[in-house]
């Protein structure tokens, strides 16, 4: 079991920038992919940013590709999403979530419904 507790999250004019962290609990963090997702009010929860198990592949949504970053230290069992140059249509609940599946090579997981443990999330707001 891993339990995930998002944080970060707040209130930004359009052109800024935030640092989401998601902090897991359990000793196996290192060995499990982690995900980004996002979801609107009114609209289906999307795929964000992923990571594999040691952090050397990193995956996006084209709608963030260039602004965002995912990033992890698996010795403090976090992963981050470095949000930068923010627009107003990325105003979300931001979740984070691990996949205990094996990414082999430049496999990655963008379906929400195959991440096995998920946070709560935290809220972005951006203003324009």
């Known amino acids: 079991q891993v339990q995930l507790v998002e944080s970060g999250g707040g209130l930004v004019r359009a052109g800024g920038s935030l640092r989401l962290s998601c902090a897991a609990s359990?000793?196996?963090?290192?060995?499990?992919?982690m995900g980004w997702f996002r979801q609107a009010p009114g609209k289906e929860r999307e795929f964000v940013a992923a990571i594999n198990w040691g952090g050397a592949n990193t995956y996006y949504a084209d709608s963030v590709k260039g602004r965002f970053t995912i990033s992890r230290d698996n010795a403090k069992s976090t992963v981050y999403l470095q949000m930068n140059s923010l627009k107003p249509e990325d105003t979300a609940v931001y979740s984070c979530?691990?996949?205990?599946?094996?990414?082999?090579?430049?496999?990655?997981?963008?379906?929400?419904?195959?991440?096995?443990?998920w946070g709560q999330g935290t809220q972005v707001t951006v203003s324009s």
């Open positions: 359990g000793r196996t963090f290192s060995t499990y992919a």
């Open positions: 979530a691990a996949d205990r599946a094996y990414w082999f090579g430049t496999y990655y997981q963008r379906k929400a419904s195959e991440y096995d443990y």
